[in-house]
């Protein structure tokens, strides 16, 4: 989840946050008993610990709007990006690491939403974190059964003649949505496109920015 603060040192030396205060799971020991074994064996130092750290939360939703952008005026980018989301990310120098990204893209007849069932699987190199809503047991269960009435939720009432789609992401494949372009826009240059493009709507509870 997004956080307003840095991750700190604890006297024992590892890292935590005010909003993870409390027992620790079976996770979080595990991770910080194989962080400080890597520290110990010299893979790597805390500094490096906390400055990858700082990176993923510095992460915004910024690559995913120039990406969708990028498609809403170039219909050969925007074909090559539904063909292979991954390398059409490459192409525009972004590195979503070995996750398959598939870019899914919203029509007048067709509406596509992303969930993760599982956990909270999420493209975040070009949305930066995941919402609290997104990784909640809620969201993840109710999206699959009703997605109309969750998208209503979010203020996206769709009509009934519109498909809706729902896409379950993976730790191996995430997806992004490609919003309908605003109408109205037709005179903006790509980088007034982008900021019309939100972090919703590239997940698919909301829509592209009217300007």
Known sequence: MPHDHHDHL???GHPYRPDQDGPLTYWQTL????RELMVEKGVVTPAEV???IDA?????PAQGAALVARAWIDPAFRDRLLADGSAACAEMG??????RLIAVENTDDTHNVVVCTLCSCYPRNLLG???DWYKSREYRSRTVRE???VLAEFGLDLPDATTVRVHDSTADMRYVVIPARPAGTDGLDETALAALVTRDSMI????ATAP
Do not use: K, N, W
């Not at 991770?31 to 194989?34: F, G, N, R």
């Not at 698919?204 to 829509?207: A, D, E, R, T, Y």
């Open 10 to 12: 604890s006297p024992s």
């Open 31 to 34: 991770e910080i008993a194989v």
């Open 50 to 52: 906390t400055a990858q």
């Open 56 to 60: 993923m939360d510095a992460r915004s």
């Open 94 to 99: 972004f590195d979503v690491g070995p996750m």
């Open 129 to 131: 974190l995941p919402p």
């Open 147 to 149: 997605p109309r009435a």
């Open 204 to 207: 698919g509870v909301g829509v």
